[in-house]
């Protein structure tokens, strides 16, 4: 059972910048795609973005790229997620998660990361 451990988060100026680390456990990390996602107040978890098991690709949801940079580190079993240009809305809390070998679903998360934007 992979652990993941979310850090990163806190109290930002909106059009400053945070960077969120998440690091896993265990010895095949490199194996799998990963993934962030957020979920706001009384709103449902949305996707933020993805990266391959190789950081050879990345997508990104529409309301953050181009300020939202998803990076990942095999040797140290972390994924990262540079934000840049925050917003009010970007208020959440930011969870990192793994997906499933074979194109799966995203079946282990972390416990999440708080992240406040002020206006």
């Known amino acids: 059972q992979v652990q993941l451990v979310e850090s990163g988060g806190g109290l930002v100026q909106a059009g400053g910048s945070l960077r969120l680390s998440c690091a896993a456990s265990?010895?095949?990390?490199?194996?799998?795609?990963m993934g962030w996602f957020r979920q706001a107040p009384g709103k449902e978890r949305e996707f933020v973005a993805t990266i391959s098991w190789s950081a050879g690709s990345t997508y990104y949801s529409d309301s953050v790229k181009g300020r939202f940079t998803i990076s990942r580190d095999n040797a140290k079993n972390t994924v990262y997620l540079q934000m840049n240009s925050l917003k009010p809305e970007d208020t959440a809390v930011y969870y990192c998660?793994?997906?499933?070998?074979?194109?799966?679903?995203?079946?282990?998360w972390g416990q999440g990361t708080q992240v406040t934007v002020s206006s």
């Open positions: 265990g010895r095949t990390f490199s194996s799998y795609a």
């Open positions: 998660a793994r997906q499933e070998l074979g194109g799966g679903g995203y079946g282990s």
